[in-house]
């Protein structure tokens, strides 16, 4: 019995740990794809990014120089509905009839 | 002299109510057995509803347990299941309704749609993106052997043994499976022992995890998990389904479900069936599958000393299956670089019991550090505890099938 319990805890072992290299190898696969996917197929040199990396961060800087800085407001126009009055939700007070003498 | 026969005739209708009610049976030889069965499904009952241990599963097993022990209810009779197999030729004329509840127990069903469902709801990506939580999801089901030895020493069949130690494997699905198949006279304490163990998770666990772990490990911090694609997601279920299955034909049912479970939740083209077989579907199985295995609770099968052997050897199996992933851990960051150092706190994890036992390691982790987060590393370990308590039944199938 002893035996079987240590061969089964050992076959446990030995299936999970196969997991372990199938597991290994798809993320290998995976994680290797993306990093190929995004290497540029244009070889530039570093100062050259940073030329325009530079060009665009003026460039984009410019843009907003020329904010007019003016506030709009927008009027919204809403025509009277019914169906979200309150008033149509409430149960109307009972009105009191005056005592005729 | 109508009058005398009328007397009669109201005396012998009193009489046979009474010697038909259910009252007559607590004055029979062993009556009090009955009492002792309806009393345990009210401390359960009392559990579940204010305690709240696990009341999902344990409310219905209670209540089952309580409409089995009714005397003349007649809702479950064992002797149709007796023998390992159903005895079809009385089955029809005799059975009660727990009776066909029963028989998704008897062949299989219920814990196999139950895992669909766990696998619907459960996220390997903590396992993929770090595939070494493996070993300790295999170190931890050291208490399922560690248990099938200890049931052995105690005078249990192998078929017993076998399933008293899945106990050890902290998998409710998993313990019905195994011993409905082995041995399912056993089934009603051993899925109370699973289920109530795995409510005691908190409890049980943080003082063998102190106790095997010195305050520095407890402290170390894990680096963060890469991300993990869609796509892996979607090939780990087919991948781990026909390796297993290949390996290991008798964890199939279980394996296959699970990761059928999985893959309608990732692939993300059928969400309607992964919203219902995470909700409806595994809703209306708990509620069958609890009320029938309460009800194979009889006075008979339940109140003698191997209910207490049962109980007793479920607690070890749980204490050896956390120490089993605590200790692999440190072994583990004896050859691990500084940097890749793992918390042994995670080892704990192994056993199943998603995911009470990640919190556990979680809870104990932030008390030595409050800017430690170990949940998502310990849900690596506790998924691959779910698959290596499946591929364990696996295995004691294959031994005693």
């Known amino acids: 019995m002893s035996m079987m319990a240590l061969v089964g805890f050992l076959i446990v072992f030995v299936v999970l740990i196969l997991m372990i290299f199938v597991m290994k190898v798809l993320g290998y696969t995976f994680t290797r794809k993306v990093k190929t996917s995004r290497k540029s197929s244009v070889d530039i040199s570093e100062e050259e990014v940073a030329a325009i990396l530079t060009a665009l961060k003026l460039y984009k800087s410019d843009i907003h120089d020329k904010e007019t800085e003016l506030l709009t407001i927008k009027r919204m126009s809403r025509a009277y509905s019914p169906w979200n009055s309150k008033i149509h939700g409430l149960t109307p007070l009972p009105e009191y009839r005056r005592r005729q003498w | 002299m109508t009058h005398i026969l009328a007397e009669s005739f109201i005396v012998e209708s009193i009489e046979k109510f009474l010697s038909n009610s259910g009252f007559m049976v607590f004055f029979e030889v062993e009556g009090y057995k009955f009492i002792i069965m309806v009393l345990i499904a009210f401390v359960l009952l009392y559990l579940a509803i204010k305690k709240q241990f696990e009341p999902l599963l344990l409310l219905p097993i209670a209540f089952g347990m309580l409409l089995t022990n009714l005397p003349g209810a007649e809702m479950f009779h064992s002797e149709l299941f007796a023998d390992g197999h159903v005895h079809w030729d009385i089955f029809v004329g005799t059975a009660g309704l727990i009776d066909y509840l029963y028989l998704g127990v008897k062949l299989g069903i219920y814990p ?290």
């Open chain 2, 112 to 401: 196999c749609l139950i895992f669909v469902g766990v696998g619907a709801m459960t996220d390997f990506g903590p396992l993929i993106a770090n595939p070494k939580s493996f070993l300790l999801g295999a170190a931890a089901q050291l208490g399922i052997f560690a248990t099938f030895l200890g049931a052995f020493a105690l005078g249990f069949a192998p078929n017993e043994c076998a399933s008293i130690g899945i106990i050890g494997g902290a998998d409710g699905p998993t313990s019905i499976f195994l011993t409905s198949k082995l041995a399912p006279e056993l089934l009603g304490p051993i899925a109370i022992a699973a289920y109530s163990y795995m409510a005691l998770v908190p409890v049980i666990q943080p003082p063998i995890m102190n106790m095997l772990t010195t305050k520095k490990e407890r402290m170390i911090k894990m680096s963060q998990l890469r991300q993990v694609s869609k796509a892996e997601k979607i090939i780990f279920p087919i991948v781990i389904s026909v390796i297993i299955s290949w390996i290991l034909p008798d964890a199939a049912p279980l394996i296959g479900s699970l990761m059928l479970g999985n893959l309608m939740k990732e692939c993300g083209v059928v969400d309607r069936l992964s919203k219902t077989v995470q909700n409806e579907l595994m809703n209306i199985i708990v509620i069958f599958l609890g009320i029938s295995v309460g009800a194979t609770a009889t006075a008979a099968s339940f109140m003698n000393w191997r209910t207490i052997g049962i109980l007793l050897l479920g607690i070890i199996a749980f204490s050896f299956g956390t120490a089993g992933g605590v200790l692999l851990a440190k072994l583990m960051n004896v050859f691990l670089p500084e940097n890749k150092k793992i918390n042994p706190l995670i080892g704990s994890a192994g056993v199943s019991a998603v995911p009470m036992a990640a919190r556990v390691s979680q809870s104990v982790g932030q008390k030595e550090n409050p800017s430690n987060f170990l949940l998502m590393h310990a849900m690596g370990p506790n998924v691959a505890g779910v698959v290596g308590s499946a591929v364990a039944a696996g295995i004691l199938l294959a031994f005693m099938g």
